[in-house]
């Protein structure tokens, strides 16, 4: 069974920083695709961020790129996300999640393509 834990949520006023990260368990962590989703209240899961299974790859929302960075300690087991220049419309809670493949491609988008979530970790930007 694979358990996925953030942490590194919490309060920052807009145009500061914070960096979460997702420990996960279990030997295959290296082999999949890694990903960050977020959901704010009354709205849909959002996609955020993804990298490959060696962080050779990623990519990003349109809303967070060049603000946001994903990386991964294969060794650790842990992915991670810095999140920068924060604005009060990134004020949710932030998913970490599984990829079912390596490489997921096009697909990264899809919450479908990943098989294993995280309980989420709350950030909020105040103006």
């Known amino acids: 069974q694979v358990q996925l834990v953030e942490s590194g949520g919490g309060l920052v006023q807009a145009g500061g920083s914070l960096r979460l990260s997702c420990a996960a368990s279990g030997r295959t962590f290296n082999i999949y695709a890694m990903g960050w989703f977020r959901q704010a209240p009354g709205k849909e899961r959002e996609f955020i961020a993804v990298?490959?299974?060696?962080?050779?790859?990623?990519s990003y929302a349109d809303s967070v790129r060049g603000r946001f960075t994903i990386s991964r300690d294969n060794a650790k087991n842990t992915v991670y996300l810095q999140m920068d220049s924060l604005e009060p419309e990134d004020t949710a809670v932030y998913y970490c999640?599984?990829?079912?493949?390596?490489?997921?491609?096009?697909?990264?988008?899809?919450?479908?393509?990943?098989?294993?979530w995280g309980q989420g970790t709350q950030v909020t930007v105040s103006s």
């Open positions: 990298l490959n299974w060696n962080g050779g790859l990623t």
């Open positions: 999640a599984r990829g079912r493949r390596a490489n997921l491609g096009g697909g990264a988008y899809a919450p479908e393509e990943y098989d294993y």
